[in-house]
């Protein structure tokens, strides 16, 4: 008897719970609803410049390590801008700027190995740019081409790029707009050649490197 109560007790909060839940859903969006990005919602007011937000942004990169695992790694130090024209993408720029001696794997005798000359020789090169020289419409998403310096080496390179979405400005904060992005590069191109194959051929060290940038870019007041 007891158990049957407990049962039909339950099932009528669940009832509830669930009642009250449509309710509230079918008044007030979801967040997602709310706050991820749909093209046909856009607001005019999205157009403008946006700084990078060092503190909820990371730009990182993944290496094939012995043929196993993607070791990742990230550069700790680094400004960008987005200037975002949403009525023509086409008008539309990117650039980020990182300091090389950042670089951060989690193994400190693995950083300091990566600024040496085996790798990024930070001290002659301390810097890897990216500067956008044109940015196309690519379904919803867009393809950023730029310059991308590393090592001295300028190569050109297209990261396709996917707004997130846009949050307005609050009472202490400036409207925000996330992006993604994520492309490959070979680091033989920049002359980073370190790594030698393994006795089965595997190579210790992928050739190819992915790139990832995690964005959240704070609206810059207009002028």
Known sequence: MKRTLFLIGFLLVGVFAWSSFSGVEAVNPSFAEKFSFDEKKQDADNSGTYNFD??????GFRVKHMGLVDVPGYFRDFTGTINYDQ???SKSSVQFTAKMTSVDTGVAGRDNHLRTKDFFEVETYPEM??????????????????????KGVTKQISF????????PAGERSPAKMGVTAETVINRRDFGVNYGSNLPNGVPMLSDNITVNLQIEANKAKAQ
Do not use: C, Q, Y
């Not at 740019?129 to 590393?150: A, I, P, Q, R």
């Open 129 to 150: 740019t990216f500067k956008s020289t044109k940015v196309e419409k690519k379904g919803k998403n867009l393809l950023v081409t730029g310059d991308f310096t590393m």
């Open 87 to 89: 009525k023509d993408v």
């Open 160 to 167: 396709p790029v996917t707004i997130s979405g846009f949050l």
């Open 54 to 59: 060092k503190a909820h942004s990371a730009i």
